[in-house]
């Protein structure tokens, strides 16, 4: 009788042992017997992401340490070169943080921009595409003759070069997945041919003036959405900015809190969007003081949004990390690499064909310089200053706004000091160095940390 109660009373401790390992789990905790002693009782084990939660700012802060140390800088770097940078023309030129400038500065920084978009994507598998600036130059020349020349309309125009720019990349892509011809030999040869064929089409006048009343023209040109109203309108997409935050950051809050792993407090996420909203009311003012936010800012800010989403929420996305962090990982794990490298180029090649779009609302016209000069070494700047790897599987598209600021900032610095383009040419070429230079320090901090 006595060995019954016993038996008993040890099943319903083993019981409540359960109960409790469950509970804790839940909250992001684990129990595990010690490896000597099997029969031993379990250790708990608690995610150290909620041991960073609980100690409040202290946890952040030596979590924060910790990270920097091991090489993982994340945004950090362009963040305080970008305060540098503008700490130092605004004591130079006091013009320079005016809402005009910065307004200049917000919407010429959008035609590159798109360019470094697509990049991000090459180089995420560890590759380049020298062939984007050429792209963009045959684009804008595409859309001059077929709505100049051919009387099409505008925006049956614009969909017919942004493909044609999309299968030119998924050429390059063809032969690079295909045949094994590398990435730089092969966008090289579409720079040289994309950027004759243009020069074919552009003809011995080499200009041809597009109509700005043209519908994609004048989308792209120096207007706004909301025309009179752009003072509403800059504090509405402000306004928008900070609803899609707090939706999207407490929807993963909820879906976290199902699947019983570690989540994002209320608090944190209220102090993220909290300082989301201070950015982005503060840009809409000084916007407001000047000409309002412009069509291409907002269009570039979107494609920003949808392509974050894209890499980071989808299959698709998590399939290009896959691809650069590991060809060989990624084809055992059953993903078609020859299609990611495709379709990869295809992006780039469509978001350069939108940028040579964005060049030609610019000027109203396709002409020789279109996507020429230094357009493709900005655009390959942008995403490596704004903190996309050279060597692959590490980056974000938010790279191409930081890096488009930083080399904007210094483009428009330059000229309200009035000095020559040689001037802009090497600092901008210093500071593409010091990007590359902490990318691989950071690399080997990872490495040396076991990160890597």
Do not use: C
């Amino acid at each position: 009788m006595e060995t019954e109660k016993t038996a008993k009373a040890e099943q319903a401790e083993a019981e409540k042992t359960a109960k409790a390992d469950a509970t804790k789990a839940a909250e992001g905790q684990d129990t595990v017997a010690p490896a000597d002693d099997p029969t031993a009782a379990p250790v708990t084990v608690v995610d150290p992401r909620l041991l960073v939660r609980e100690e409040g700012f202290k946890g952040y802060w030596t979590e924060f340490v910790r990270k920097v140390k091991g090489g993982e800088l994340g945004s950090l770097p362009v963040v305080l070169g970008l305060i540098v940078i503008w700490t130092i023309f605004q004591v130079k030129n006091d013009r320079f943080l005016s809402a005009d400038n910065l307004s200049n500065i917000s919407y010429f920084l959008s035609a590159t921009g798109m360019l470094a978009i697509g990049l991000v994507f090459v180089l995420l598998l560890g590759e380049i595409d020298l062939s984007v600036g050429s792209v963009s130059g045959l684009a804008s020349t595409l859309f001059a003759v077929f709505v100049v020349d051919h009387t099409m309309n505008p925006w049956l125009s614009l969909f017919l070069t942004v493909l044609t720019g999309a299968a030119i990349g998924a050429l390059h892509g063809w032969f690079f997945a295909k045949i094994g011809v590398p990435a730089f030999v092969v966008t090289l040869a579409g720079f040289l041919g994309w950027n004759g064929l243009m020069l074919w089409l552009l003809g011995s006048s080499g200009t041809i003036n597009i109509p700005s009343d043209s519908g994609p023209v004048k989308l792209l040109g120096q207007s706004s959405f909301f025309m009179d109203q752009q003072i509403i309108g800059a504090y509405l997409l402000a306004g928008l900015a900070v609803v899609l935050s707090l939706v999207g950051n407490f929807g993963e809050q909820r879906r976290r809190k199902e699947a019983g792993v570690p989540f994002r407090p209320t608090a944190e996420i209220l102090i993220r969007v909290g300082l989301l909203a201070i950015a982005s009311f503060a840009a809409a003012a000084v916007l407001n003081n000047s000409n309002g936010v412009s069509n291409s800012l907002v269009i570039f800010l979107a494609a920003l949004v949808i392509v974050d989403f894209v890499l980071r929420r989808t299959t698709y996305g998590r399939k290009v990390f896959a691809v650069g962090g590991g060809i060989e990982a990624a084809r055992r794990a059953g993903i078609n690499v020859p299609m990611i490298r495709i379709s990869v180029f295809a992006i780039s090649g469509g978001f350069a064909a939108v940028g040579g779009m964005f060049f030609a609302g610019q000027t109203a016209s396709a002409t020789l310089n279109a996507g020429g000069g230094n357009t493709l070494m900005l655009a390959i700047a942008a995403a490596v200053i704004g903190g996309t790897s050279l060597f692959g599987g590490r980056g974000s598209v938010w790279s191409a706004l930081l890096g488009m600021l930083v080399i904007q900032s210094i483009q428009t610095g330059l000229d309200l000091l009035n000095m020559n383009t040689s001037i802009q040419y090497m600092i901008t070429g210093g500071v593409l160095l010091g990007a590359v230079v902490i990318d691989s320090v950071s690399r080997k901090s990872q490495k040396a940390s076991g990160r890597g």
